[in-house]
């Protein structure tokens, strides 16, 4: 089973990010584990347009990286009470791809307010592609990552316990 970790933000000091590569070294432990790890900073993904952004060679990238996972983890920022708009885009130029798909969320926000922000993206994934979605996440207000450290130790037990769920649900559904 092959699961890839998504990295949503576009900032290079993105907290979201501190927590995918903590969830990578945690899988990484795992000897048998595949894992691929795709970050938007390396994409020049075209802003949906509903046409020719789908023949792009980025978006055939990201499709193809969906396609070939099993299992996949958005790390996104929060911004205004929603993921931000690069995770969106990233949805809109491949989400189809996600179809049958387990995936899972980690969410970097200013606050503690908008904890349940990602709801609105899990229910569209469910609905409109089948999605699976793991029902526990990691969500990190400001306090849970200051700036210019690494995560916290409970952020990263959160994060393995995150990660340990996930793949038992995936490894359960791909087997299945």
């Known amino acids: 089973m092959k699961s890839l970790i998504i990295s949503c933000s576009?900032?290079?000091?993105?907290?979201?990010?501190?927590?995918?590569?903590?969830?990578?070294?945690?899988?990484?432990?795992d000897e048998a584990m595949d894992l691929a790890v795709l970050d938007l900073r390396d994409l020049d993904l075209p802003l949906c347009d509903g046409g020719?952004?789908?023949?792009?060679?980025a978006t055939q990238q990201l499709q193809a990286a969906f396609t070939t996972a099993d299992a996949v983890v958005f790390?996104?920022?929060?911004?205004?009470?929603?993921?931000?708009?690069?995770?969106?885009?990233?949805?809109?130029?491949?989400?189809?791809?996600?179809?049958d798909k387990v995936v899972g969320?980690?969410?970097a926000a200013g606050g503690h307010h908008?904890?349940?922000?990602?709801m609105a993206v899990a229910n569209s994934l469910m609905l409109d592609f089948r999605t699976?979605?793991?029902?526990?996440?990691?969500?990190?207000g400001g306090d849970d990552l200051p700036d210019g450290e690494e995560v916290t130790d409970d952020i990263r037990e959160r994060l393995a316990k995150f990660g340990d769920e996930f793949q038992r649900i995936a490894r359960a559904l791909h087997h299945a």
Do not use: Q
């Open 52 to 57: 020719s952004a789908y023949g792009h060679p």
């Open 75 to 99: 790390a996104a920022p929060i911004y205004n009470y929603d993921i931000n708009a690069g995770a969106k885009n990233v949805i809109e130029l491949a989400g189809r791809h996600l179809t």
């Open 132 to 140: 699976i979605i793991v029902p526990r996440f990691v969500y990190a």
């Open 10 to 29: 576009l900032n290079g000091d993105s907290k979201s990010r501190k927590m995918a590569r903590e969830l990578e070294r945690h899988w990484l432990a």
């Open 105 to 107: 969320f980690l969410c």
């Open 114 to 118: 908008s904890y349940m922000s990602v």
